[in-house]
């Protein structure tokens, strides 16, 4: 069974604070990794995609993935009020693409 | 910008019911999704569609779910006799895996309500 497992939080940052969201996956076929935001009634939407073992940085966003550990994070500079949403880690292991639960988030101003 | 369109955007049916939610892709994707949210939940994979045939279903997809590609554009998912519990988003995706980022483009969904 093809599990990704994420925090459910909420997680709340002060405005300007790093957040840090992680993901782990259980199938070691998975190739490719994607990190979207969906707002509360809206479909989800892709931040940033990571293939190789690293860092991947995109303005504000870093993702890191460590396929040894079966492990991708998503970390958010500088947090501003409008990235409260909820995080939703996604593996495609072939032609699928499943999700973890979602990290809720909220960036106090 | 191209983008993956859904209707309705909410419909409410009795229970017992058939209910036929429809999507049209981005016009060059090659392969088609539906996927379902039930409220608070988490995002799950129903059913991939490639070549004209399904790919993979899960086992939400029973033998009610059936998906159909009736012409070249619109990807349908019909629901044959809705439950109380299939009460949900349904999002209709597509994507390109063989080019670009092969990520899922997701349309804006379909409210279903089930009474």
């Known amino acids: 069974q093809k599990e990704v497992e994420q925090n459910s939080g909420p997680l709340s940052v002060p405005e300007g604070a790093i957040a840090s969201l992680n993901c782990t996956y259980s199938d070691r076929g998975s190739q490719s990794f994607f990190w979207y935001r969906q707002y509360s009634g809206k479909s989800p939407e892709l931040i940033m995609f990571i293939y190789s073992n690293g860092d991947k940085e995109d303005g504000r966003f870093t993702a890191q993935l460590n396929k040894a550990s079966q492990y991708v994070s998503l970390l958010i500079r500088d947090s501003q009020p409008s990235d409260s949403a909820t995080y939703l880690c996604a593996v495609n292991p072939g032609n699928q693409f499943y999700f973890g639960t979602g990290t809720s988030l909220t960036v106090i101003p | 910008e191209p983008e993956v369109t859904q209707t309705p955007s909410h419909q409410v049916t009795q229970m017992g019911q058939e209910v036929i939610l429809r999507c049209v892709p981005i016009?060059?994707?090659?392969?088609f999704y539906w996927y379902r949210q039930i409220l608070g939940q988490k995002v799950e994979f129903l059913v991939s569609?490639?070549?004209?045939?399904?790919?993979?279903k899960s086992e939400i997809f029973d033998d009610q779910f059936s998906v159909e590609r009736p012409d070249g554009s619109n990807f349908t998912l019909k629901i044959r006799s809705t439950k109380l519990e299939d009460s949900a988003m349904y999002f209709c995706?597509?994507?390109?895996?063989?080019?670009?980022?092969?990520?899922?483009?997701f349309g804006e969904g379909s409210r279903l309500t089930v009474l």
């Open positions: 016009s060059n994707h090659l392969y």
């Open positions: 569609f490639y070549n004209n045939e399904i790919s993979e």
């Open positions: 995706a597509s994507s390109d895996l063989a080019q670009g980022t092969g990520e899922l483009f």
